[in-house]
Structures are given as C-alpha cells and as structure tokens.
C-alpha cells in the first residue's frame, strides 16, 4: 500500500509491480494533482550536488530518463519527456568560489563530468554573459538538463496501471498496527485498506502521517514561485543558470523560466495563487538584467507556483524503513529535487520492499535514523 501517488509514489509503484510482480495498491487524496509538487516542479536534473548520494541518484536518473520510452513503454507507445542536456551552470564570486571547487571535486570523484571556468572562459563560452563579480562557474558538460515531468508523472502511473497497480482516490489519516506491523491504512471515510507493506511517499504532507507511526519528519509544505518570461533576447547554448543570488533562469520554448528563494520566511502550505510579484520586480529582473544586459528587455508572460516538500533538518531525502517497524517505509522530504530523482529512488524503494534490501543503489545514508541521531547529511546546493 503506497500513500501518495505523486512522482514517487507512482515510480515505487511501477517498479514494485513491473520488477517484482507486486501487488500494489496507491492511495492519492487528489487524483488531479492540482496542489502536488510532481505537477508544478520546474523538472530539472543536475548532477551539481554537494553530498554522493545524491550525484549517485542524479546519475541513475538521467540514465533512466535517456531510455525512458523502453523503460516504460505501454501497448507499443513510448512516453516521451522531451529531456534537453544544456548542463547546469553554477556561477560563484569570491566568496562561494571555495565552496564550488570542493563541490566539483567530490562531482568528479563521483564521475560526474562538471567543468570549471574562469570568468574569461565563461565569457568565450556565453559571450551575452555579463561576468562582473564573478570568480568561477561550474558547468555540466553531460547529464543535466531539464525535461518533462508531468509527463514522466504520468508514464510512471500508466505503466504501473499496466502492470496491475490500482490507484485509488482515497484520503489517508492512520493506521492499523500489531506489535511493529502496519496492517491497514484507514482513510476519511474510515475503510480500511488491507496491507502487507505500507510506503508513505505523500511528499510535503508526509510529516503527519509519519507522526501516526512515531516518527517525528521535519518535512514542509514551502511554496516556490516561477516566472514565465518573453524577451527578443536569443542566448545561445543557454545552459540552466544559477547566479551568486540565487536567482535562476532557464530557456522554456520560446521564451524562458526564472525563480529564486522566497524573500523572508514562507508560511508552510502558504496558497499557490499568492504569487510574490515583487519578488520579481525586486530581485529577479534586476539580476538578470545585470547578469544578461540583453535582459533590460523582458516581461512577465505568467507565473506559478508550487511546493517544495522541504526537509528543513538537512534539504535532503528521507527513504528507507521507518525506525521501529518491520514494515513500514518512507520516501519524502526531497527540498526540490524529488522530481529527478523518483526513478532511482522509486527503483531501490522497490528493491527494499520487494526483496529486503537495496539493490541497484543503496539509499543507506537517507535512513530516517540520521534525524533521530541528530546527524544531519548536508546540501549545500539547494535552489
């Protein structure tokens, strides 16, 4: 029995019916995702993180996303993610320049292939990039990029459907449990659904059902705001850009996508429709247009919103079993980058359920354990 049928729910499921003949059961509160974080993710892949596992969980994704219409392939149609390698840029001053040459080292070591450039290579390599301030960049030659994610959403759904996955729409608020087995997860309506194994993959309202089974998540509902913008600018070779502000930028069609981290502290579950505009007006535009002067062109086309489930005890996922029960599990708590990694992560939550333990990439150092220990994992590298 999963619990959530988002990006994650959908691809544990697809794993657990397809590769171990699973008999798979997703509980979804809201089958039209109006709210979910896999419906409203900007759907970027990089391999420019701070700690192995997840450069692990990237590299293991974007493989997957390359052969996405094999992997799940439905009656003959192939789904396809429209995925784009343009690489993630990383711009660094003076005073991240350190902490992005340790980044690229531990990248490298990983195998994955990040170049650093000087400022007047950055200039060689993007010559509408203005590079006042800078003292370094980091960029990804392959495996990063940004793709499709509703779309890998639903194949991820429609081929677990294929394989005999039902998804139900049901409200889950509790449990059944003997001794340290979960038996049934109970939704609104108080039906209980029968279980032999129960994964909790709700994404940013993961914490209170967590709670139900005596762990303690602090995962949050912080909404993240998207700019949709128009501008006569043509940036060749534009890559995922990442400023020392944070600000970001990416090409979409015709025109482009930018964010940046909310101004101030957000409300948990604060509303979608409550879009920031001078955060825009403040923040975004003036970067841009410092970073990119063919930017002084430029005006919002639309905006919207969507929630990260953010893990505010370290920014990093929280999978595996739950402490203190034979069969109950979690996968959540991703800050930003659950979209990515739900084909590696959905594939080694079914290897664990399915046969004990982990197989194709072993999720060890995420184990809910580390929060009871007080030990956080850091990222470094949260957009």
């Avoid at 003076?94 to 902490?99: K, S």
């Avoid at 194949?155 to 449990?177: I, P, W």
């Avoid at 333990?357 to 590298?381: C, W």
Wanted: charge should be neutral; glycine fraction near 10%; include cysteine.
């Amino acid at each position: 029995m999963i619990v959530g049928g988002g990006v994650i729910g959908a691809a544990s499921a697809c794993f657990l019916a397809r590769d171990h003949g699973t008999s798979v059961t997703v509980l979804e509160r809201d089958p039209s995702y109006r709210q979910a974080s896999s419906a409203l993710s900007a759907s970027s892949i990089r391999q420019q993180f701070s700690s192995a596992i997840n450069i692990a969980l990237s590299r293991a994704g974007i493989e997957f996303m390359r052969r996405v219409g094999d992997e799940l392939e439905v009656d003959g149609q192939r789904p396809a993610i429209g995925l784009v390698e343009a690489g993630y840029l990383y711009l660094a001053s003076n005073a991240g320049a350190a902490q992005l040459r340790a980044n690229h080292a531990l990248q490298r070591a990983q195998g994955a292939e990040i170049e650093l450039l000087t400022p007047a290579a950055l200039q060689t390599h993007w010559p509408w990039l203005a590079t006042d301030g800078l003292a370094l960049g980091a960029h990804g030659v392959r495996g990063e990029g940004w793709f499709d994610g509703p779309a890998l959403h639903t194949a991820f759904k429609r081929k677990a459907q294929a394989c005999g996955a039902r998804f139900l729409h049901a409200d889950a608020v509790a449990f059944d449990a003997r001794g340290d087995r979960v038996h049934a997860v109970r939704d609104a309506s108080g039906r209980a659904h029968g279980a032999d194994a129960v994964l909790v993959a709700a994404g940013a309202w993961s914490a209170a059902l967590a709670a139900k089974l005596g762990l303690t998540l602090p995962v949050h509902a912080e909404k993240r705001d998207v700019f949709v913008l128009d501008s006569p600018a043509r940036l060749p070779g534009c890559p995922l850009l990442i400023d020392p502000s944070g600000v970001w930028l990416r090409p979409e069609g015709h025109g482009f996508i930018a964010g940046a981290p909310p101004r101030g502290n957000v409300a948990d579950n604060a509303p979608l429709d409550a879009i920031d505009h001078e955060l825009f007006d403040a923040v975004i535009w003036p970067t841009l247009a410092a970073r990119i002067p063919a930017f002084e062109a430029l005006r919002v086309r639309s905006a919207w919103a969507g929630y990260y489930e953010m893990n505010r005890f370290d920014h990093n996922g929280v999978v595996g079993a739950m402490p203190g029960w034979a069969n109950a599990f979690i996968a959540c708590g991703f800050s930003g980058h659950g979209m990515q990694h739900a084909p590696a992560v959905g594939r080694a939550m079914a290897e664990r359920i399915g046969n004990g333990r982990y197989g194709s990439l072993d999720l060890a150092p995420l184990a809910a354990e580390r929060l009871q220990r007080g030990e956080p994992l850091i990222e470094h590298n949260i957009i």
